[in-house]
């Protein structure tokens, strides 16, 4: 079992930046972050693999979100730059223990808002 626990959510203007960290009780295989809006289904955001650290972005946050880890504390960061209004949403941390597998974990999710 490997719980996650998300934190550094909160409000920020649009074009501002916020950081949201996932703090992992193991190691695993990857961490990723996904979101969810009102209404909506939750969607991929970003996710890095422990091995070598290879990041993956959704396109809506490419070039704006930048996805980060540290060994020592099993800790995932994502570093949002440029925020829109559209991302406001509950964010939520997910690990993957299995190579054929998906996400087996999953954080309670934290709320970030952004105003316009």
């Known amino acids: 079992q490997v719980q996650l626990v998300e934190s550094g959510g909160g409000l920020v203007q649009a074009g501002g930046s916020l950081t949201v960290s996932c703090a992992a009780s193991?190691?695993?295989?990857?961490m990723g972050w996904f979101r969810q809006a009102p209404g909506k289904e939750r969607e991929f955001v970003a996710r890095i693999k422990w091995t070598d650290g290879n990041t993956s972005y959704a396109s809506s946050v490419k070039g704006r979100f930048t996805i980060s880890r540290v060994n020592a504390n099993n800790t995932v960061y994502l570093q949002m730059n440029s925020l829109k209004p559209e991302d406001t949403a509950i964010y939520y941390c997910a690990a993957a223990g299995a190579a054929l597998g998906g996400y087996d974990y999953w954080g309670q999710g934290i709320q970030v808002t952004v105003s316009s």
């Open positions: 193991g190691r695993t295989l990857r």
